[in-house]
């Protein structure tokens, strides 16, 4: 966050916005109930599980609500 964000949605709010942070929770759910049966720690995921790769951070604009990817509200910024 030490860019200039832009809605490109909306394309003008360059003020208002929701910062959701996303914290991963790998696990391993149970086919037939949807429990969980195994929680697995990054460090500790088992070979057939690949761990979160996604953003850190979505944007969501305070004005019309579009949920976005950073990039995007930066890239939009830089525009104007």
């Known amino acids: 966050m030490t860019a200039p964000y832009r809605c490109p949605n909306c394309k ?24 969980v049966v195994e929680e697995y720690s990054q460090e500790q995921l088992s070979p057939f599980h690949r761990g979160y790769q996604g953003p850190k951070y979505r944007v ?21």
């Open 60 to 80: 969501q604009c305070g004005v019309c609500g579009l949920i976005e990817d950073e990039k995007t509200y930066i890239k939009f910024g830089e525009k104007a």
């Open 12 to 35: 003008t709010n360059k003020s208002r916005f929701n910062l959701i942070q996303q914290i991963p929770q790998s696990v391993k759910l149970d086919p037939q109930t949807g429990n």
